[in-house]
């Protein structure tokens, strides 16, 4: 089965540059997309596409894909981004969709 | 706006069968391009992608739980049901019904509902 491998945890300070890494195989090929889960809620959708920003979505997040890695970098992190964020994309055939194990951010 | 809404039961005894209804509002199942997705998250652990249907009615299910899940779609009604067969306590987790968009072969999910918490014990 199709995985995406997200890094456990990453912790910054305010103010800093936060990024979040997903690996997997397909990614050159397949899009991914991310999603913000503070607890105790519901999922929020942050990236598309690998780099599109839904509206309502902060200019500091921001996607990026590379070979087999697809990146969510939020620039000058802030408290209010503590949360799980999670990749999502399909393998090379499409037919295994698959979430990363997800990333707990830690802004303090 | 775009809303969504999961109903059903919060507790369920292992063999039994789960159905869960998504309520929505905002769009309409019937355009083009259109559809609905379930996913879950068991305590403490990562989102689990079940099941989707679209404006065509075509479906996708999981492949490692395909043999358990069906799902529907009432359009007149604004609602997808999903269920479920052989509950067993592994599958306690909350169940999100959520809007997708296709992009490429694959979906991204824009609009999620709040979840219910469906419990298996007997």
């Known amino acids: 089965s199709y995985e995406l491998t997200q890094p456990p945890s990453v912790s910054v300070s305010p103010g800093q540059t936060a990024r979040i890494t997903c690996s997997g195989d397909a990614l050159p090929k397949k899009y991914a997309s991310w999603y913000r889960q503070k607890s105790g809620q519901a999922p929020v959708l942050v990236i598309y596409?690998?780099?599109k920003r839904p509206s309502g979505i902060p200019e500091r997040f921001s996607g990026s894909s590379s070979g087999t890695v697809a990146t969510l970098t939020i620039s000058g992190a802030q408290v209010e981004d503590e949360a799980d964020y999670y990749c999502y994309s399909t393998d090379s055939s499409g037919n295994h969709v698959v979430f990363g194990g997800g990333t707990k951010l830690t802004v303090l | 706006q775009v809303t969504l809404r999961e109903s059903g039961p919060a507790l369920v005894k292992p063999t039994q069968t789960l159905t869960l209804t998504c309520t929505f509002s905002g769009f309409s199942l019937s355009t083009s391009g259109m559809c609905v997705s379930w996913i879950r998250q068991p305590p403490g652990k990562a989102l689990e992608w079940l099941a989707l249907i679209d404006w065509d009615d075509d479906k996708a299910y999981s492949t490692s739980m395909k043999t358990r899940l069906t799902i529907s779609k009432d359009t007149s009604k604004n609602q997808v049901v999903f269920t479920m067969t052989n509950m067993d306590p592994v599958d306690t987790a909350t169940y999100y019904c959520?809007?997708?968009?296709?992009?490429?072969?694959?979906?991204?999910?824009?609009?999620w509902g709040q979840g219910t918490l469906v419990t298996v014990s007997s």
């Open positions: 959520a809007r997708c968009s296709p992009v490429g072969d694959t979906w991204y999910f824009d609009y």
């Open positions: 596409e690998d780099t």
